[in-house]
Each structure stands twice: as structure tokens, then as C-alpha cells.
């Protein structure tokens, strides 16, 4: 349903309480997602990006409903994600003369989507739309933030930036607005957002936020794609982006691991007791990664200043939930972390060594060749453990 958020400006989009996982199962989203979808009444009515596809018919029946869809002038497309465009073909459907302003990647991507031949206008960073009433949009293409079609819109008057992806969080909530949400989550929520899924792009977040700073521009709202729109200190966002964006890091350590019969386990433990007790400012998080949410365990590789890689050898590599995690390490480009790696063994003993050159090869700085112990650990190879935790924390000072 409609819901006021300045002006001319409401908010049409969707709530989804239900979201378990986001990007298929690449993405878990513990508190769901919203889809957030914009009109603008002025002198012309304009729709800002739609909803996922399962909401689609909901969606436009609700435009209706409010005497909105008859009335539309123009749909912006700023990302042809399907989580946002996914409702184009019933919209399009519905309102088949429908002008539909995108990127010239957004025309592709859309295009290759839904194999339609809609009214496309490309538009590029500068370009104009005349609201009417003295006020207009402002295109900013934003190529990889996160998607090569991604673009913002700035609306003068108002001073809102629609910045789609760009600031957003998955939580699903009835309230609008950042200051009305529990700010925990809030945070929780944002930097988990940013570490899955912009930490690849972070030189290009801080090149298109120093551009966009530098028209200086007055920004009352940045009213994202996902989760709540930012009206409270709204630049405080952006400031965190940049922050994240430079080889961010806390005084912190993530040991990712995984455990056949708990030898590698009973290592991490004594590891996260070495490393707190030689440095106790650092905070250590121990993840089990077939147990636990691989993204929140991102999420403290992306906070930490240094990771703890382990694994028992099995097969002379490693477990698959621990290779699965280092596939998304890689590619999340992390910059700025140091790492080891540890892990029990029996026979070859290879875990070690193949997850140190996946470290390596993600590029992790190695302070040393890891920790491995033979067998089950025994209370002296539990010690050897515990004074390794203490040296490493020594070595990431
Ligand atoms: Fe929210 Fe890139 O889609």
C-alpha cells in the first residue's frame, strides 16, 4: 500500500517477511528484505523500479487501486535485477505505452530478461527528466554498484537520491525511515549487506561516492531499493561506505573452520583462547561453517583484521563447506587481511598447505605456514595450539 514519504514522493512497494535467502541460497537474510518501489506526483507521475516477480500482480493491482497506474507517465528502471524488475512485464502488460527510462545496460539486461521490445530510453549520468513543477531527476549511472546497469536518480526540490542498491540492507520492516528501526539491526544488517555483496566493487564505491560529493548536491533522503529509507543523518551511510570501502578492519579475528570428529575443532578453541588471551582488546568469533550461516561468517572475515583458515585433511585437500566459503572469499576480493591456516591430520596431512595457498591466492597476506596437529589433539598438541594463538595474535599487531 501507499505510504507518504515527502512531498509528492510515496513509497509503493513490498514487504517480505517470508525471505529466507536472497540471490538464490548465495545470501541469507535473517530479518527478510523489502522491495522498495517509488512514485512521484508532480506535473508528471513517475514510477522508481517495481517489486520481484512472485509480488508482481499484487503489485500493479495496488497502482491501480490507488488510481496510480492510468495516471503514470514514465517508469525509471535503475537496475534490471529481478528483484526489482520483476514486476516490468505485468506493469508492461498493463500499461503497454509505458516509457521506460534505463541505462543503455539496463536496456540489455531487461531486454535479455524479459525479451520484450518496450518504449526504452537510454539515458547516461547528467540526463534529465522534467518532473514538472520546477523539479526534475537527475540520472547518475553507477556501473557495478552492483550491477554494470545499476543508476542512481536525483531528484531536486526535494533533494532525495534514489540509489537502489546502493545503501540498502535486507530488513524487512513496516517503518519507513532508519531513525524508526532498531538501530542494532539496523547496523547489523547494513554491514552484512555491504560485505556479501559491494566488497568486490569497493574502489568503484568510493570513486562514485567522491563524484556524486563533489556536485555538491543537498541530500535530504537517500531512499534505497532494500530496507528503510535514510532521512536521519542521511549522509552517515554514505560515510560508512566509505569507511568500508578502504581495506576496512576492527581490532577483531575470524577463525572459519570445519571438524570431522572435533580434532579441528578442539584447535580453534584453543586458538581463539591463545589469541584473547595475548591481545585481550581483539574480539575472536569462531565459526563452524557446516554449522553456522556462511554470510554472517563473511560478514567477520570482512570486520576482521585477520582470519584463522581450518580444516582436517580429507581426500589430501580439504572439507566442503570450508571450500565453499573460500570460493566466496576469493571472490569478495577482501584487501588489507593477514590469515593462517590449521587443521588436524592423519595420514598426508595437505589441509594446511592447500588452504594456505587458497588464502593466498585470495589475496590474504600469510604470516606464516599455519598450524597443523597429528591425530586427535592431545593436551600437549592443544598447548602448541594455544601458545600458535598467542604468537599469531603477536604477528597481526
Ligand atoms: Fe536488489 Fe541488485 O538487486
Keep these: 500500500m501507499k505510504k507518504l514519504v515527502a512531498g509528492n514522493v510515496s513509497w509503493v512497494g513490498k514487504v517480505d517477511w517470508e525471505l529466507e535467502t536472497f540471490h538464490g541460497d548465495e545470501f541469507s537474510t535473517h530479518r527478510g528484505s523489502t522491495y522498495n518501489s517509488y512514485v512521484i506526483e508532480e506535473g508528471k507521475t513517475v514510477l522508481i523500479d517495481t517489486v520481484w516477480a512472485p509480488f508482481a500482480k499484487e503489485f500493479v493491482d495496488n497502482l491501480e487501486a490507488e488510481g496510480l497506474l492510468s495516471k503514470l507517465d514514465a517508469v525509471i528502471a535503475q537496475h534490471a535485477e529481478v528483484d526489482h524488475s520483476g514486476a516490468m512485464p ?33 539515458v547516461k ?12 531527476l537527475v540520472f547518475v549511472e553507477a556501473p557495478m554498484l552492483h550491477w554494470p546497469d545499476s543508476m542512481f536518480s536525483y531528484m531536486t526540490g526535494d533533494a532525495i537520491l534514489f540509489s537502489n542498491d546502493a545503501f540498502g540492507q535486507h530488513l524487512a520492516t513496516e517503518r519507513l525511515f532508519n531513525d524508526q528501526v532498531d538501530q542494532a539491526e539496523l547496523e547489523e544488517e547494513c554491514i552484512k549487506y555491504y560485505a556479501n555483496i559491494l566488497t568486490p566493487f569497493s574502489p568503484l564505491v568510493k570513486a562514485k561516492i567522491d563524484q556524486v560529493l563533489a556536485l555538491g548536491l543537498p541530500v535530504s533522503m537517500i531512499a534505497t531499493s532494500h530496507g528503510v529509507i535514510w532521512r536521519d543523518d542521511p549522509t552517515q551511510i554514505v560515510k560508512k561506505y566509505l569507511d568500508w570501502s578502504q581495506s576496512y578492519q576492527e581490532d577483531r579475528v575470524a577463525i572459519l573452520y570445519d571438524s570431522m570428529w572435533n580434532g579441528t575443532r578442539t584447535l580453534a578453541e584453543a586458538l581463539a583462547r591463545g589469541i584473547s588471551d595475548a591481545s585481550p582488546s581483539t574480539t ?3 565459526h563452524s561453517l557446516s554449522k553456522f550461516d556462511k554470510n554472517d561468517a563473511l560478514t567477520d572475515v570482512f570486520r576482521s583484521k585477520a582470519v584463522l583458515m581450518g580444516s582436517p585433511t580429507v581426500n589430501k585437500g580439504i572439507l566442503s563447506a570450508v571450500a565453499m566459503v573460500m570460493e566466496e572469499m576469493k571472490g569478495l576480493k577482501f584487501t588489507g587481511k593477514k590469515a593462517a591456516a590449521f587443521g588436524t591430520y592423519g595420514w598426508s596431512g595437505e589441509s594446511v ?43 597481526i599487531r
Design 284 to 286: 575472536v568469533v569462531a
Design 353 to 395: 598447505a592447500v588452504l594456505g595457498t587458497r588464502l593466498k591466492d585470495a589475496g590474504f597476506e600469510l604470516v606464516d605456514d599455519g598450524f597443523k596437529a597429528l591425530w586427535n589433539p592431545d593436551p600437549a598438541a592443544l598447548e602448541a595450539a594455544y601458545e600458535y594463538g598467542k604468537r599469531f595474535a603477536a604477528s
Design 125 to 136: 549520468t547528467g540526463d534529465e527528466f522534467d518532473l514538472g513543477n520546477g523539479k526534475k
Design 90 to 122: 505485468e506493469l508492461m502488460r498493463r500499461r503497454p505505452d509505458l516509457p521506460v527510462y534505463c541505462s543503455a545496460n539496463g536496456i540489455k539486461s531487461l531486454k535479455g530478461h524479459y525479451h520484450q521490445d518496450w518504449d526504452f530510453h537510454p
